[in-house]
């Protein structure tokens, strides 16, 4: 079966140092992979996806992650932390045939 | 990218009624997918939406509970029936666009159930 971990439930950082958001997949082959970001009050966007092209993905407002076969891992990262990153996090896994399973999601909060 | 709305926008309802949402997608799509986001929780299918097939829902969620409809390729509805304060969640429609192997997601919708 198909799952996704994501290890911190809420991360908080301050402003201009790094973030990092874990995530942790499970598939029994190659699967498609996917950050999305809540604003509050807002909808889903799309930062970034792998689908098996580059490891180092670069996605939107300065995120990239990185797909580690070996270890199951799509770990988002961010050099600098911005105000209006506050948001939630939810890394995605696609097995296939257009279904896509969700994380529980990781609050990120910046600090002044 | 596929450009999707939702209404209503939010609303407050009794226990006991129903509503219906509503998702429009500005371009034809195959596959149309409904969520529900409990507060302080992550997404959860309900059901993906054919057009002219049966919705397939996911464990859990029963046809009875939550109709759909898909009368098209641009429009589907999920009425969720017999509301009870559990069902306060924001419900979330998506399509898939093969094209960029990613799923749009509309607004949502934000329902309470005194």
């Known amino acids: 079966a198909q799952s996704v971990t994501q290890l911190d439930s809420h991360v908080s950082v301050s402003e201009g140092t790094p973030v990092l958001l874990r995530c942790n997949y499970s598939?029994?082959?190659?699967?498609?992979l996917f950050w999305y970001v809540q604003h509050p009050n807002k909808g889903l966007q799309l930062l970034l996806k792998?689908?098996?092209?580059?490891?180092l993905v670069k996605g939107i407002n300065g995120f990239e992650a990185e797909f580690k076969k070996s270890e199951t891992s799509f770990h988002l990262t961010k050099p600098s932390a911005h105000m209006s990153d506050a948001a939630e996090y939810f890394c995605?896994?696609?097995?296939?045939?257009?279904?896509?399973?969700f994380g529980s999601g990781t609050r990120l909060s910046i600090r002044p | 990218s596929a450009v999707i709305s939702q209404k209503p926008s939010r609303d407050i309802c009794q226990r006991g009624t129903s509503l219906t949402i509503q998702c429009q997608v500005d371009?034809?799509?195959?596959?149309m997918f409904w969520y529900r986001q409990q507060p302080g929780q992550s997404l959860t299918l309900i059901a993906t939406?054919?057009?002219?097939?049966?919705?397939?829902?996911e464990s859990g969620f029963v046809i009875d509970k939550f109709p759909i409809s898909r009368p098209n390729l641009t429009f589907s509805t999920l009425t969720v029936s017999n509301m009870s304060p559990e069902d306060s969640s924001i419900y979330l429609c998506?399509?898939?666009?093969?094209?960029?192997?990613?799923?749009?997601f509309g607004p949502g919708t934000r329902l309470t159930v005194l």
């Open positions: 598939s029994s082959y190659s699967p498609s």
């Open positions: 371009s034809q799509v195959t596959m």
């Open positions: 939406a054919n057009q002219g097939s049966e919705a397939t829902y």
């Open positions: 792998y689908t098996s092209a580059a490891t």
């Open positions: 995605v896994v696609s097995p296939g045939a257009s279904k896509i399973i």
């Open positions: 998506s399509v898939e666009d093969l094209a960029y192997n990613e799923q749009f």
